[in-house]
């Protein structure tokens, strides 16, 4: 269970500190607004995927588990082949940290969340634990990612996202094969 633990929650960590870590280059001041959006976004989307995924489970019944696989694949893959320009530009203009802006950016960063929320059930976690790590990473990562965001290349924050895409592709691969055999 440690193993699917890691794989779960490391990848949500990358992205978080990817994305702090460009709004930390573009000079965003406030961290622990940030921290603290981060956090109630990335806490709540696994519980609001884990309750639109189980009556929807329950309405397909078993191909709800190949459907929570391709739910965490396709976020995988939209992670690691974005375009990261379009993305540094929305985050521009999402810095602002007002109005509609803010709930933009949490639910931006946030995504790969929800997508974990389909896949809880499947995944038999604890929800409450695995819900507090999520929230404990977020908040780490973000104020690690905004402090040290105008110190990292551009290419190390990519590597960063790219490399949460991958491990979701390498959860969602997984899954797929426990479930075949």
């Not at 001041?29 to 609001?48: D, H, Y």
Request: aromatic content about 4%; hydrophobic content about 60%.
């Amino acid at each position: 269970m440690a193993a699917r633990l890691i794989a779960l929650v490391l990848p949500l960590g990358l992205d978080t500190f990817a994305v702090a870590a460009a709004l930390g280059a573009l000079g965003v001041q406030q961290r622990l607004t940030v921290s603290a959006l981060f956090t109630a976004f990335e806490a709540g989307m696994p519980l609001t995927g884990l309750a639109l995924g189980a009556p929807l489970g329950h309405a397909i019944g078993g191909a709800a588990d190949y459907v929570a696989i391709g739910v965490l694949l396709t976020f995988g893959l939209y992670t690691l082949l974005d375009s990261q320009e379009a993305d540094e530009q929305r985050l521009a203009e999402l810095a602002s940290l007002r109005g509609p802006a803010v709930l933009l950016l949490g639910v931006s960063v946030s995504l790969d969340e929800l997508a974990i929320g389909f896949t809880l059930g499947l995944l038999h976690m604890p929800v409450v634990l695995v819900i507090a790590l999520i929230a404990g990473q977020a908040f780490l990562l973000a104020q690690l990612g905004l402090r040290l965001g105008s110190r990292l290349s551009r290419r190390f924050r990519e590597g960063a996202e790219r490399l949460a895409g991958l491990a979701l592709v390498g959860l969602a691969v997984a899954l797929l094969a426990e479930e075949l055999l």
